[in-house]
C-alpha cells in the first residue's frame, strides 16, 4: 500500500522569498516519487523525479527536491518564488519496477504576493 | 515525439444523458493508459487504467466505464450521468520505457446540470 500525504492546502509566500511545499509519503516498496504542477483548466506537468538515484533532484523552473528516507519526505523547495509559481502542485508516489499504480496528494495551491 | 490528447475541452451536458470522452496517445507502443478525475479539493482520484487493448481496471465503483478499442485509444463513458460526476477528467499514459512517470492530456471539465 501507498499514499501520499501534502501539508497545507494552500500556502503563500511573497514574491523572491522561498518556497517549501510539503510531502510525506508511505510505500512498501523503494518508491519512485514525483512532483507535479498544474496550472488552471490545464493538465498535469512533471516538475521532477526520484527514482533512487540522487537524493537532491533538481526539476525545471528552479525547483528543486530532496528524498529523505528516514522522514519518508520528499519536500518541494525552490529558493526565490516567482509570479508565474502560482499554481497547484501535487506529489505523487509510485512503487519501482513493473507496472505500479501511481498515487497522488491532495495538492497545494500555491499563492504568489507580488 | 510522444503526445497525448484529450477531447472535447469543455463538456456541459443534462443529468441523464450520454457521456463519451476520447483520449489518444501518439509516438509510443503499447502505453499504459489512465484516467482521472479531479474535484475541486479533493486531488486526483483513479478510474480506470489499462494495460493493452480490451484490459480495462476500475478502480471506483460508478456509473462510468471506460474502453480500449485500439492500442491509443482511451475511451470514457457514462449511459446516464449523474450531478456527481461533474468534474475535471484527465487522460494519462505511462510508457515501459521510462521511470513511472505519468503524462497527462490537457483534460476535459464536465458541467453536469
Known amino acids: 500500500a501507498q499514499s501520499v500525504t501534502q501539508l497545507g492546502s494552500h500556502v503563500s509566500v511573497s514574491e523572491g522569498a522561498l518556497v517549501l511545499l510539503r510531502c510525506n509519503y508511505s510505500?512498501?516498496?523503494?518508491?519512485?516519487l514525483f512532483w507535479y504542477v498544474q496550472y488552471p483548466n490545464q493538465g498535469l506537468q512533471l516538475l521532477l523525479k526520484y527514482t533512487s538515484a540522487a537524493t537532491l533532484v533538481k526539476g525545471i523552473n528552479g525547483f528543486e527536491a530532496e528524498f529523505k528516507k528516514s522522514e519518508t519526505s520528499f519536500h518541494l523547495t525552490k529558493p526565490s518564488a516567482h509570479m508565474s509559481d502560482a499554481a497547484e502542485y501535487f506529489c505523487?508516489?509510485?512503487?519501482?519496477?513493473?507496472?505500479?499504480?501511481?498515487?497522488f496528494g491532495t495538492g497545494t495551491k500555491l499563492q504568489v504576493i507580488p | 515525439s510522444q503526445t497525448i490528447h484529450q477531447w472535447p475541452a469543455t463538456l456541459v451536458q443534462p443529468v441523464g444523458s450520454p457521456l463519451s470522452l476520447e483520449c489518444t496517445v501518439e509516438g509510443t507502443s503499447n502505453p499504459n493508459l489512465y484516467w482521472y478525475r479531479q474535484a475541486a479539493g479533493r486531488g486526483l482520484q483513479l478510474l480506470f487504467y489499462s494495460v493493452g487493448i480490451g484490459q480495462i481496471s476500475s478502480e471506483v465503483p460508478q456509473n462510468l466505464s471506460a474502453s480500449r478499442p485500439q492500442d491509443r485509444q482511451f475511451i470514457l463513458s457514462s449511459k446516464k450521468l449523474l450531478l456527481s460526476d461533474s468534474g475535471f477528467y484527465l487522460c494519462a499514459y505511462r510508457t515501459s520505457a521510462n521511470t513511472g512517470e505519468l503524462f497527462f492530456g490537457e483534460g476535459s471539465r464536465l458541467t453536469v446540470l
Open positions: 505523487a508516489v509510485s512503487g519501482s519496477g513493473g507496472y505500479q499504480k501511481v498515487t
Open positions: 510505500s512498501s516498496v523503494p518508491p519512485y
